[in-house]
């Protein structure tokens, strides 16, 4: 933080204050960003896998109606 000195007192430089609340505003917004794109990673990953069960299942029900019907 950035201070000055006039007659004695100490005042906050108000321009340097919010620059500092700025960057530090960008930088949650830069990690809520990482979070989500590794939540979104994680979700595709999990559609995929899903997808890949439902099909497997689909070729294990036409196994099983095969053999049921023979």
Not at 26 to 48: G, N, P, W, Y
Not at 53 to 62: E, H, M, S, V
């Amino acid at each position: 933080m950035s201070f000055s000195s006039s007659a004695g007192s100490i005042t906050r430089n108000p321009a340097v204050t919010e620059a500092n609340r700025l960057h530090e505003i960008k930088q949650r917004i830069a990690l809520a960003q990482a979070q989500m794109d590794r939540s979104f990673d994680t979700l595709e990953l999990a559609l995929m896998q899903m997808s890949d069960a439902r099909a497997q299942i689909a070729t294990l029900a036409g196994v099983i109606n095969q053999g049921s019907s023979t």
